[in-house]
């Protein structure tokens, strides 16, 4: 996502140039009220005087948004269309870099860049978003797909 932003600063301009169209995005696993209490024990010392053991839910987590994160770097403007869990969200991008937040919903997450009503790029992430804990622990680790673009992921 920096790269063109590392080329303008090299070039001594605050000019970005966006060569090719690109997606990135990312989100947790999981939606935040999920709960793995019964289950998440991990770390947890019985003994341990520095505090630094953690039962349960991480420091900060009723802060964290349930959303997926799009970045569009895109060579002019398109419809970002978001299909997150079956929930289709279409948004118009300005050429350049963009960025937007997407309500997160559980199941499949898909995404498109659409201009003059022709399909530019679509794909689909390779995890769901799921409403448990896998292996019984809390997960709120964001997945991110760093970059994507004509030629695929990268």
């Known amino acids: ?9 090299k070039a001594g301009t605050s000019s970005v140039t966006i060569t090719s169209d690109q997606l990135i995005y990312w989100y947790r696993p999981a939606p935040r009220d999920v709960n793995c209490d019964s289950t998440d ?5 019985a003994n341990n005087a520095s505090g630094n053991y ?5 420091d900060g987590w009723e802060s964290m948004e349930d959303s997926v994160f799009v970045v569009s770097l895109l060579t002019a403007p398109a419809s970002i269309h978001v299909n997150s869990g079956g929930v289709v ?12 937040a997407i ?15 022709q399909v530019v790029l679509s ?11 896998v ?5 709120f680790n964001a997945y991110v797909l760093l970059s994507w673009d004509f030629a695929g992921w990268i």
């Open 1 to 9: 996502m920096s790269k063109p932003f590392i080329a303008a600063f």
């Open 41 to 45: 024990t991990c770390m947890v010392s």
């Open 54 to 58: 953690f039962l349960g839910r991480p």
């Open 89 to 100: 969200y279409i948004y118009e991008a300005p050429a350049g870099a963009s960025a937007q």
């Open 103 to 117: 309500p997160m919903n559980v199941g499949v997450q898909s995404f498109s860049i659409n201009r003059n009503d």
């Open 123 to 133: 794909g689909t992430s390779l995890k769901p978003i799921i409403d448990s804990c």
């Open 135 to 139: 292996c019984g622990l809390y997960n």
